[in-house]
């Protein structure tokens, strides 16, 4: 009886797990629930590939419903942020395969690698929009 009411006394002057209200968020944080997020909208963006391209086998009607809901703003927005969850996750793959080989693990590469992965990816996605849009005259 005694070594419970030890054990339990112990337990209680345990310190209590930090909440996110105590950390600060880092880069290497953010970038993972990132790295999540893109993973799941993926699968969002994905259905709506397979919707346009049911779309285009359904019939010229319907495909042109689809295709001028995407080109709406919102639908422009909406696949615009389809590209930029592409190029993240992909990049954040890469980054993670850099890792996967036992390298980068310093605080100053992984920050690197972590900024490199954001800009990067806007870069990029900025970049395809726009030589689609050139491509089109729009711009």
């Known amino acids: 009886m005694a070594s419970a009411e030890t054990h339990a006394s112990k337990r209680k002057q345990r310190p209590l797990s ?3 209200q105590i950390y600060s968020p880092l880069i290497n944080m953010v970038m993972s ?14 259905l709506l590939l397979a919707w346009w391209l049911i ?17 709406s703003p ?8 389809y590209t930029w ?3 993240h996750h992909m990049i954040g793959g890469l980054r993670h395969f850099v890792w996967d080989t036992g ?3 310093d605080l100053g590469t992984i920050d690197t690698l972590s900024w490199g992965t954001i800009i990067i ?6 970049a395809i929009w ?10």
Not at 74 to 81: E, I, R, T
Not at 130 to 139: E, S, T, V
């Open 103 to 105: 390298r980068g693990f």
């Open 33 to 46: 629930i990132l790295h999540r997020i893109t993973g799941a909208a993926l699968y969002v963006g994905t």
């Open 85 to 87: 969850a592409l190029l």
């Open 121 to 126: 990816s806007l870069v990029l996605s900025v």
């Open 55 to 71: 779309a285009a086998a359904t019939g010229p009607a319907y495909f042109n419903f689809v295709s001028g809901l995407f080109a």
């Open 130 to 139: 726009a030589w689609g849009l050139m491509a089109k005259g729009i711009i």
């Open 18 to 20: 930090p909440h996110l």
């Open 74 to 81: 919102v639908g422009l927005l909406v696949l615009f942020g």
